[in-house]
């Protein structure tokens, strides 16, 4: 049996025990001053100062209580039971209302010590009771409360047997269930044992898969950026200058893509993206990238919605970098004064994303947006998020759209 165990059993006792030193000690102080009624016929005798020790003792330890041992509790509060008897039985003879106090005896007994102990101490107490029977009957001792002629020695001996009886029953019954509890308080922790080694190996588990899912988007990001790496290579062997800006775009896309796998590979959660830091450092590598005119653009954005799911961070990448460099390329013919902005925030729920700008709109939009492969992939992203969306296009650019809030299963949280 494990400390913890032992730890266990033993506090549960020691609350027992403290309990019953508070009720037994105020029921005996009860008794006491009862015990004096009527005022008339009391008189002091030994037994009334013995009393009074007794409760002095027995509050005394219960005061001290946390600072003594259990086993010195329980044997003082048997000892004060043993010589409470022996008072009373010295008292009042076999006429003593106190036999309740030698079935006490072994039931406190049988909750420190083994069956074997407990019944040798029972044994003593009996003895005990029969030695004072005797002195009565060889007239060794008397008492005025007690005519030893109107009782024989057997009614002493019939007595220990009606109680031994009552006691050998509830002190069988005790230690049974005293094994019981015990017993189940192993098993408790046993269970407990097993369960904190399951729950060990759920997350050595959950870290392995953990360090799967980072090397994963890791590895993500690294090839798309080779792809990324290639095209760029590619571009710079092509004269053509509508072909080399295709190559750009496509470069952009494959990047918005691996900034997301990026962010998730350096996040606290492999599930959610980072999504104000996403916009902003997306804004900056198309800026670098499509600005090859070197416009002033001024970026504002209020994106109160702090993290997204990766099936809506990456279709929603991919459409702000359509959209940022749709902007950049053809939305603006002056060179300062330049404004874009962004704006993500939650609707009831839903997700409500505001993309504008101050340039030149774009005229007969619909006829525009069939030849845009750019559009196109937007309206198939809307599509994808569930998205409904309206333009506008006379004098500016702006793009509303509402899509519903993707509520997550399960959340990886990383283990560092």
Known sequence: MGNSQIENSSDLKQDLIDKVLLVGASTGVGVFIISLFPLNEFYINA???FDIFALIVLFGTYFLRDKIDIKIKMNTINVMLVLLLVSDLLENGINTPDFILMVLIPFFSILIYNLKITLLFYGFCSALFLCIGHLFHLEMISSPGFNVAEVSIFRWYETLLMISVVTFVITLFVNKFND???????NLENQNT???TSQSLIEENLNEKNVLLQEIHHRVKNNLAVVSGLLSLQSYHVKNDQLKMVLNKSMNRILSIAKVHEMLYESTNFNNI????YIKELSEIILS???EENKSIDFKTNISVEQLSINQGVPLGIIFNELITNSVKYGFENQDGNEITIIVRPKAQNIEVIYSDNGIGIEDFEASS?????????KSLMQQIEAEYEYETENKFKLTFE??????KSDFPISR
Do not use: A, C, H, W
């Open 47 to 49: 037994d009334f100062f």
């Open 180 to 186: 019981r509890v015990y017993n189940l308080i192993q």
């Open 194 to 196: 097993q369960l904190i």
């Open 274 to 277: 980072p999504f104000d830091i």
């Open 289 to 291: 990238s499509m600005n």
């Open 370 to 378: 069939r030849k845009s492969l750019g559009f196109t992939i937007i």
């Open 403 to 408: 899509f519903p809030v993707e509520i997550t």
